[in-house]
C-alpha cells in the first residue's frame, strides 16, 4: 500500500459522494515483487440452516428441502488497494437467502409415470463497478483501474423459479421394451433475469441473459 497514493473521483452514480481511488506512485510502475502467502485474515465462513425430507404415499413419492443461509467473506488482505471497498462483509448486513427444491413422481392411470421438479433459486449478487480512465483522474499512472460501486448484497439478479414436468410409459411387446417420454422445461414459462451489464456506463442495467423459454422435448428410448 505504501507504493499508491489516496486519491477520490466523483461516484457517478450518487451526486455530492466521491469514492476512493489509490493511484499508483510512478516510481514503482513497472517494479515486480513476487511473493506467495496465504493471508491469516482473509476468510469465507457459512451461516445457515438446510432440512430435507422424503415421502412415500400410495403411488406417490416425494424429495425436498430447503437451505437458508448467508455467506459472510472479510477478504482484506489484499495486493491493490483498489479492492480494499467494502472488503469486510462482517460490517454489512448480509441477508439470509433461501434456495428451496421438491421433487416427486406419480404413478398415473394407464401405465404413465408423471415426474417433476419445482424449485426456486435466489439470484446472484451484482457487483457494480466503474472504470476509472484518465479521462476522470489525469494523474493516474495506469491506463485505468476498476472500483466497486455498491455495498455487498445490497442488489441481486432476480429469483428463478422453475417447474419441470415429465411423462413416460413402458410398453413391453416381442421382446422390446420402448419408453416414449414427454418433458417440458421451465413449465410455466417463466422469465427472470439472470445476467444483467454490472459496469457503469451507457448499458449500465441492460439485461443479457433471461431463463430459457419453455422448451418441449419428445423422447422414444428402445431396448432389445
Known amino acids: 500500500i505504501s507504493a499508491y497514493t489516496l486519491t477520490s473521483v466523483a461516484n457517478p452514480m450518487v451526486a455530492g459522494q466521491t469514492i476512493p ?19 491469516p485474515n482473509n476468510r469465507m465462513y457459512y ?29 482484506c488482505d489484499v495486493q491493490d488497494p483498489n479492492n480494499l471497498l467494502y472488503c469486510d462483509q462482517t460490517t454489512y448486513d448480509v441477508p439470509f437467502r433461501t434456495l428451496f427444491r421438491v421433487s416427486g413422481t406419480y404413478e398415473l392411470p394407464w401405465g404413465i409415470r408423471g415426474s417433476g421438479v419445482l424449485q426456486s ?58 419408453r416414449p417420454e414427454l418433458s417440458i422445461f421451465n413449465a410455466l414459462n417463466a422469465n427472470p433475469v439472470t445476467g444483467q451489464t454490472n459496469a457503469f456506463g451507457p448499458n449500465l442495467d441492460r439485461v443479457t441473459a433471461i431463463l430459457p423459454a419453455r422448451l418441449i422435448r419428445i423422447g422414444l428410448t428402445v431396448r432389445y
Open 47 to 75: 451461516q445457515g440452516v438446510d432440512v430435507t425430507a422424503a415421502l412415500r404415499w400410495r403411488r406417490a413419492s416425494l424429495n425436498g428441502g430447503t437451505s437458508t443461509g448467508r455467506t459472510i467473506t472479510p477478504t
Open 21 to 39: 481511488v489509490y493511484n499508483l506512485n510512478p516510481s514503482a510502475l513497472g517494479l515486480v515483487d513476487l511473493l506467495d502467502d496465504n493471508s
Open 121 to 178: 433459486v435466489p439470484g446472484a449478487a451484482r457487483h457494480l463497478t466503474y472504470l476509472v480512465t484518465r479521462a476522470v483522474l489525469p494523474t493516474l499512472t495506469h491506463p485505468s483501474v476498476t472500483v466497486r460501486l455498491n455495498q455487498p448484497n445490497t442488489l441481486f439478479l432476480d429469483t428463478v423459479n422453475q417447474l419441470d414436468v415429465s411423462f413416460s410409459k413402458t410398453i413391453r411387446s416381442s421382446g422390446l421394451e420402448f
